[in-house]
């Protein structure tokens, strides 16, 4: 199912990219070839056709675990567009500072934020539920999935999600445990992408710059192939310099970028 069409401009005239749910496209060019700029292009092209959510390369890993969450609305609007009032036309200024392809995205605190309110109404909704019927089903959060893909992918580490914080420690060792802000910046950039999946509206395209920073090779492909497969309703776009993440793409579409100038 097509969520949405453009056409970026090439030296052998527009080429038309149209991306679809549940597949992916891959961009790869070297260092200096314009990637960023084209991803803030294909950002703006998609806007008002559809959902577009873009991690830029330079993101901030400064995690604040002891974030106090307004209403789940007010949380997303805030993780999507940089501002609780939402909408497309504030993303370039909140989110953006004005400054999209430089611009230092800095959102790990609305990420915990959603996170928390998420995990907030669901039990809320679940006790109700319960209430009136204890046959009721447990409910189950997207902090619970993000925490099943972490201990897939990171088995000598256990996530510990309390009430109102998160922690991690050594695998068997929960006595020995600290505040997840205290977290390898490459299990921060794990649970960061994790949940910033977790968190997209139905048929949103996911638009992520360098995929590969800070994460191991061991676990790298098997992070986005998780992501992948977690939001079969979305459409995730990469660019990056990576030959071989490229090529763990099997199944993804994917373009060589010469450069890029806007």
Not at 91 to 109: E, N, Q, T, V, Y
């Amino acid at each position: 199912m097509a969520i949405g069409a453009i056409t970026i401009p090439s030296v052998q005239g527009d080429l038309p990219l149209t991306l679809e749910a549940g597949k992916s496209v891959v961009f790869i060019g070297a260092n200096g070839a314009g990637k960023t700029r084209l991803g803030v292009m294909i950002e703006s092209r998609f806007q008002g056709q559809a959902e577009v959510h873009r991690i830029a390369a330079h993101r901030s890993l400064q995690m604040n675990t002891a974030v106090q969450p307004p209403s789940l609305d007010r949380a997303l609007k805030q993780l999507r567009y940089g501002t609780a009032e939402g909408g497309d036309s504030r993303k370039h200024g909140f989110r953006w500072k004005s400054k999209p392809a430089i611009a230092m995205l800095s959102d790990f605190d609305h990420l915990i934020a959603a996170l928390y309110a998420e995990e907030n109404d669901v039990s809320v909704k679940f006790r109700q539920d319960a209430r009136a019927n204890p046959a009721t089903p447990v409910a189950t959060t997207k902090l619970d999935i993000l925490r099943e893909i972490w201990q897939e992918l990171l088995p000598h580490r256990n996530l510990i999600v309390e009430a109102s914080n998160v922690k991690t420690a050594p695998a068997g060792q929960i006595y020995a445990s600290y505040n997840a802000a205290e977290m390898s910046d490459g299990e921060r950039v794990i649970f960061y992408l994790l949940g910033q999946a977790l968190l997209l509206q139905s048929k949103t395209i996911l638009i992520i710059d360098e995929p590969e920073l800070h994460i191991n090779k061991s676990v790298l492909s098997k992070l986005f192939d998780k992501i992948e497969s977690s939001r079969p309703d979305c459409s995730i776009v990469y660019i990056t310099h990576d030959v071989e993440f490229a090529a763990s793409r099997h199944a993804a579409t994917k373009f060589v970028i010469r450069t890029y100038q806007k």
